[in-house]
């Protein structure tokens, strides 16, 4: 298990180095992937958050659809709202999606399309940090459902979970890099670990309510600063990703 970095900001003695704090919040603001609503120094439990969670039918975002959308408020590490909505995929749900969901063809029929819920869902993520469990599969869905809709909103009207260069916090990369290796990493297992409630495991708000509380208890072993937090788990999403991508080629071989 490794143990996450921090800038020291001090002599041995205890004083600060001349001008090293300066250089730190420059450092801080340099940063990419932050949403550039919020200070890079600010502390990222106190900026407004909003937890997201898809249901889809498949892995694939080219080629599948979303047909659920959760989307969960923390303010201040309580929950402000909590949203979930279906919408209909346009194509048939696969057998195989249903038995993890348990969402039918027949639930989603009459539901809004993506370009129908839109607005809605602008409405909810709008000045707000986004937050997903392995934040990759939620962004690159929501990312390919705004392409089909591209020419619906322009770029000033896009909160921070729709633009391309705003990194997600990720509880998942935090709970690889500080929980015993030995801890399973799933978001069933993370949650049982820290006593948090998931009574509607693989539906939209259920996990995102999880995920959420999840990363409130991942909290104090993270970094305070937004900037900071942002810096760190992009290198360690990195470092992880290519630990697993040799532990799968040694496997094959």
């Known amino acids: 298990m490794a143990s996450h970095e921090h800038i020291g900001t001090c002599f041995p003695t205890g004083r600060h180095y001349p001008g090293i704090a300066d250089r730190i919040a420059e450092a801080i603001q340099r940063v990419e992937g932050l949403a550039d609503e919020y200070d890079a120094a600010r502390a990222w439990t106190a900026l407004p958050l909003v937890v997201i969670d ?129 801890q399973r990493k799933r978001l069933v297992d993370v949650a049982e670990h820290f006593g948090v409630s998931l009574e509607q495991a693989h539906r939209a708000a259920g996990d995102a309510e999880a995920t959420g509380h999840v990363l409130m208890k991942l909290a104090p072993k993270m970094p305070t600063a937004y900037g900071e937090l942002v810096r760190l788990q992009v290198r360690y999403a990195a470092r992880q990703e290519a630990e697993f991508a040799g532990f799968r080629g040694g496997r094959r071989r």
């Open 54 to 182: 898809f249901e889809t039918t498949g892995v694939d975002a080219t080629t599948d659809r979303v047909i659920e959308i959760g989307m969960v408020g923390f303010d201040g590490g309580k929950v402000s709202f909590c949203e979930a909505r279906l919408m209909d995929p346009g194509m048939p749900i696969p057998e195989g999606a249903r038995a993890v969901h348990g969402i039918s063809d027949e639930e989603v029929a009459g539901a809004p399309s993506f370009a129908e819920a839109l607005p809605g869902i602008l409405e909810l993520l709008k000045g707000r940090v986004p937050v997903a469990y392995n934040a990759g599969f939620d962004r690159g869905f929501l990312l390919a459902e705004l392409d089909r809709v591209r020419g619906l909103v322009s770029e000033e009207q896009l909160p921070p979970a729709l633009r391309q260069e705003v990194v997600w916090i990720d509880p998942l990369v935090w709970a690889r890099e500080t929980l015993d290796e030995r």
